[in-house]
């Protein structure tokens, strides 16, 4: 069947039967050419172009073709004379009865193509006194400024880019790219460069799903009512007080301690009893640093959208921290661990960013809240006294630690052997909001299962996983995962 499937495909190309067609079939006008078809209707036949811009009033995004008399050539629904009304749908009844002119030659990036559609804002009552902004909106067009823009998007492009970046990895760059070869395949038609302005629709549709996933569409106070973490999804299997235990879970216990956590959004009893049995309702976690997800310097700045709302840490507080860290250096004491050399010869000229350090529940790889954060060189920083102090990483492990209110914690670390040193002093230079009382709580550590391997023996007998009580068969590589998973992305 190959030579019938493509003559078959030869001859939808061609219109062969179409072209031997007098006149339009769609009104019948005689003496009307019909010159005109449609890439992206199902009928594809040729029609005149009145009837060609008929049918487009409420698919103003198809593209379309003119047959030349040798060849099909592109052509835009605009120089056949489409305009989108905004505000009322085609219907003669429903027109608008004061419209404005809106900019000439805009430009909508939509899935197929790059449009240049001309627009004519709605002025009568139905607008009820709304801006182009808003109008545009309710059309399914995203703007890329609350000025009067000159770019849009469409909904359907926004949530399709989403998913193929998320599912098949695509970069930004590519995905603009393929639809620019859409628009024009030839490279013969100068095309305008809107990839900014894509870019900044996409980080600013990201963000408004966030906050329209997590409820706050409805929420009175809207995004100003945003507490920390809120938007991160948690591990439905980790502890969490007031959401996956019963009420009264401390009175199992049998040691008196102070709650050490009063920030948390969860309120429990100023007392709690410890037993032999804590380890029922310990923390496990694991942290890690990945120097795949590095960031070029190319000199703008680009703040945020909603950090602390979800997984990311607070910018502000946490680049204050690490402006009171020196740029000392140390060489490690585990014999056969290389991860500080690595870090203290790692290149990072022209980085603004050289990796991202994370902290993620150990069983099943579930991000922390405000447990992410990005690293200016290596997983490291210290201070400027005698201990060695992993400042980016202690700052992102103990935020995303905050609002657990547990009492017990086991955090994985692939150098743990030398971060654990001085942890409790490191500790102690944290901001207030992220210090715990370490004399009311267990914190151990260990070194995930994968990793063990590449330490010297005095390692792999004081940090194996295998003789630690309550951590069953967690191998604590579960961040690996994660990465392998978000490094296509980069």
Known sequence: YRDDFLNTMLWHEGHEDALMTPGCPDCKTPGESSVYCCKECFFDELVCNVCCVHHHTRLPFHCTEQWTGQQFEPVSLVSLGLQIQLNHSSDEYNACLRPKPGPLKFTIIHINSLHYINIIVCGCSQSNDCG???QLLHCGLFPVTV?????????????????????SKVSTIHFYQALERETDNS????????????????CIWRHLKLLKQGGHGHDPLGAEGMRRGELALVCPA????SMNLPDGWWEDLSKWHVAIDMHSRYV???TINLSPHSYLYMKITSQDANFHLSLCNKGIHDPGLGTRWAYFIEEQAYHEYLANCGKQTETSTCTSLSAIDQANSKNSRGLQVTGVGA?????HGFLQPTGIGDLQKGEWQVFMHVFTLYANMDYILFSGLQGSNLWDF??????????YKNLKTQHEQLTPSLQFNFDTM??????????LNTHGESCQMRFSLNYLPGVRHTDGDGIECDWSSVNAAA
């Open 268 to 270: 429990l009893p100023l």
């Open 442 to 451: 267990t914190f151990n550590g260990a070194i995930q299962k994968f990793h």
């Open 147 to 167: 000025q009067p823009p000159q770019t849009c998007a469409t909904f359907q492009l926004l949530h399709h880019f989403h998913l193929q970046s998320v599912q």
């Open 187 to 202: 490279g013969l038609m100068d095309i305008k460069f809107h990839y900014s302005s894509f870019l900044c629709m996409v």
């Open 132 to 134: 182009i902004i808003n």
């Open 238 to 241: 980790c502890l969490i007080p």
């Open 410 to 419: 086991l955090n994985m670390y692939d150098i743990w052997c030398m971060y």
């Open 359 to 363: 902290v993620v529940c150990a069983h």
